[in-house]
């Protein structure tokens, strides 16, 4: 079937610790890969993935796109608490439209 | 500022009386989307506008219906609203280069339907 899956669909961690979460797709023919973070509102943007092997980066967060074995991974180091939120990954396809995962949520306790 | 607008925010309506949520955007955006999440689903595309007059059917559009008259403006209209429609929901834009941009979110209206 044509969809993105997320894993775990639940993470809790301590303050301090390093979470990858992860994000699988099926379909090859795609134009780019987004991550979104979600805090009680509107996603908003983290990162965007065209190339495999490539890694984004900014400060704490970072991500990576295996277009071989299709998935992307999203690695948050040294986690704070306001780091607790929902993370969204979102293939989008040739014609255009999103096709989301139903997400990830990661609750960072102190 | 660059931002989407959705209005309202909050509503609670009863089971067959039609509404209407407003999306405005002031980026010259051609792309808008709704879209509707609920618990453990993610996000679920309804309608898309490519253009002014143009419009697509998403994953679930059934119960919805949408226009784009104006290039700004995508209103999400429910023309006998149910309890399962009860959901929250996201009208987003693009920028129209293309498949490499990111889409910008309004703030969301949680509709409960009674």
């Known amino acids: 079937e044509d969809k993105v899956v997320q894993s775990p669909l639940s993470l809790v961690v301590h303050e301090g610790d390093t979470v990858t979460l992860n994000c699988s797709y099926e379909v090859t023919n795609f134009r780019s890969l987004l991550w979104y973070k979600q805090e009680k509102k509107a996603p908003t943007f983290l990162f965007m993935l065209?190339?495999s092997g490539i890694e984004k980066k900014s400060g704490r967060l970072s991500s990576i796109l295996d277009k071989k074995e299709l998935f992307s991974i999203l690695n948050i180091t040294a986690t704070q608490t306001g780091d607790s939120a929902v993370y969204l990954c979102?293939?989008?396809?040739?014609?255009?439209?999103?096709?989301w995962g139903a997400g990830t949520k990661l609750i960072i306790k102190p | 500022e660059a931002q989407v607008t959705q209005n309202p925010r909050y509503l609670i309506t009863v089971t067959g009386k039609k509404l209407t949520v407003t999306c405005s955007q002031n980026m010259n955006h051609e792309y808008m989307s709704w879209y509707r999440q609920d618990p453990g689903l993610g996000l679920r595309q309804i309608y898309y506008?490519?253009?002014?007059?143009?419009?697509d059917k998403g994953d679930v559009p059934e119960g919805y219906k949408v226009s784009r008259k104006e290039k700004r403006n995508f209103p999400l209209i429910l023309e006998s609203p149910s309890p399962n429609q009860t959901s929250l929901y996201f009208c987003?834009?693009?920028?129209?280069?293309?498949?490499?941009?990111?889409?910008?979110f309004g703030p969301g209206t949680r509709l409960t339907v009674l």
């Open positions: 506008s490519m253009n002014v007059e143009v419009t």
């Open positions: 979102a293939r989008r396809d040739s014609n255009y439209q999103l096709i």
């Open positions: 065209t190339s």
């Open positions: 987003a834009s693009s920028p129209p280069t293309g498949f490499y941009n990111e889409q910008f």
